[in-house]
């Protein structure tokens, strides 16, 4: 873990500690929603569940009763190994030391401080990611499954179009491995890539696209230290 974890950085809490921090956090992202919502760029309906408040005569007030609880929440995204030994073979396995088994490092962050903040942000963006990333080839894929049933569409298209060719059809898959990719994104690279594509394919205002960008605040805890991506190379 020492080792993987030299891809993130440090946050200092040592002032405030960690529980502080998170606080912090959690106030800065609902006070960035509000402001969203205060410039007409958010939707009402999408307030109450992004932030637990709710906007009446020009008025935010936090809910209060039994859905208060859903709100309150303090944790961070924890960081574990996950060790692939299933790419050694098993006399290796036997003999290997562990710091050569190849190692991917993963983060749990199913319900986190910034949860909200994170599936609101997936709402708005995955559209856009869409577009900034169609290209030729559309270089947009979600994940591996729609990676795949991209491939099964175009084998289906190419096929016709050489058996109507009366060509036999022939299909080289190269595949490629992306070692531990978000890990070696720096901040400032996903921020400047944030804004290109909010400026060219959404309608957001400026002050919009620059409250946007700031709610991207991703950490990460392992024992009592937090850690967020490098902010640059």
């Known amino acids: 873990m020492t080792r993987e974890l030299q891809q993130f950085e440090k946050l200092d809490v040592s002032v405030d500690g960690s529980d502080t921090y998170l606080e912090k956090v959690g106030k800065d992202c609902n006070e960035l929603v509000v402001k969203l919502h ?59 030391d562990i710091k ?27 559209p856009i990611s869409a577009e900034f990333c169609k290209n030729c080839p559309n270089e947009f894929s979600e994940d591996s499954r729609q990676y795949i049933g991209d491939l099964l569409i175009w084998k289906e298209r190419l096929t016709k179009k050489l058996e109507t060719a009366k060509q036999k059809p022939v299909f080289y898959i190269v595949a490629a491995d992306v070692k531990a990719l978000y890990p070696s994104l720096y901040r400032d690279t996903v921020t400047k890539a944030l804004e290109c594509a909010l400026e060219k394919h959404s309608d957001y205002s400026a002050e919009a696209r620059k409250i946007v960008v700031e709610l991207n605040n991703v950490f990460t805890q392992y024992g009592d230290q937090l850690y967020t991506q490098k902010m640059e190379s």
């Open 38 to 96: 205060a410039i007409w760029e958010l939707k009402d309906e999408l307030l109450l569940p992004i932030t637990g408040m709710k906007c009446k005569n020009n008025a935010y007030r936090k809910v209060n009763g039994t859905s208060a609880k859903y709100f309150r929440c303090n944790t961070p995204a924890y960081a574990y190994p996950l060790f692939k030994t299933h790419k050694l073979t098993p006399d290796n396995l036997l003999n290997v």
């Open 100 to 126: 050569e088994i190849p190692v991917r490092l993963l983060q749990s962050a199913g319900s986190i401080s910034t949860s909200r903040i994170t599936a609101f942000l997936e709402l708005i963006l995955k």
